[in-house]
């Protein structure tokens, strides 16, 4: 009788769902995220890892100041452009690329580099399609780094980069047929 106890109670065990994962992975202190937004007819999509803040000082002492870093976490971060677009006013082809920056106290610097492929800390030199220079804003406590699109309207919109209380915006525009 014993026997036919023990048994039962195994293979009940077997049917109980364990929360959260069993293949031993914690859960990634940075998620997995993304942001995609049509411009006219041009879709724009960004793909990124997440870091918190959580409490860190984080420009000029987790991220040095005048150091190439890619804003995200494991992945570089990536944009794709279905078509042609003005990217801070310069022309950019239709394509993906990795985002890094070049943060300082008064102006940064935007690169988006060809290579898209890689880990967070290892930036392709030789490799950039443009670079440009952004005056940072400063904003409400943003926990999570976020990539967003608080502006658009028509042929023209803003991405902007927010962590922390820092804030980089970047125009983007599309040229319209037949105008």
């Known amino acids: 009788m014993r026997r036919w106890h023990l048994s ?19 859960i990634k202190f940075s998620q997995s995220g993304s942001v995609m937004q049509m411009l006219g007819n041009t879709e724009i999509e960004i793909r990124y890892s997440r870091p918190v803040a959580r409490g860190r000082e984080l420009f000029g ?3 040095p100041w005048g150091t190439v870093w890619a804003p995200g976490a494991d992945s570089a971060t990536t944009i794709a452009f279905s078509d042609e677009v003005l990217f801070g006013g310069q022309r950019l082809p239709a394509g993906k690329y990795s985002i890094w920056m ?3 106290p008064e102006s940064w610097t935007v690169i988006l580099n060809r290579v898209t492929d890689v880990f967070h800390t290892r930036y392709a030199e030789g490799q ?3 670079r440009m220079q952004v005056e940072p804003e400063r904003g409400m406590h943003m926990e999570t780094l976020t990539f967003h699109f608080p502006v658009v309207d028509g042929p023209n919109a803003v991405l902007a980069f927010h962590w922390g209380e820092t804030v980089v915006r970047v125009p983007i525009e599309i040229e319209l047929e037949g105008v």
């Open 128 to 130: 950039d399609v443009l």
């Open 61 to 63: 002492a987790l991220v």
């Open 102 to 104: 070049i943060p300082d």
């Open 8 to 26: 039962f109670a195994l293979l009940a065990a077997s049917f109980v769902t364990v929360p959260g994962r069993i293949d031993g992975q914690a």
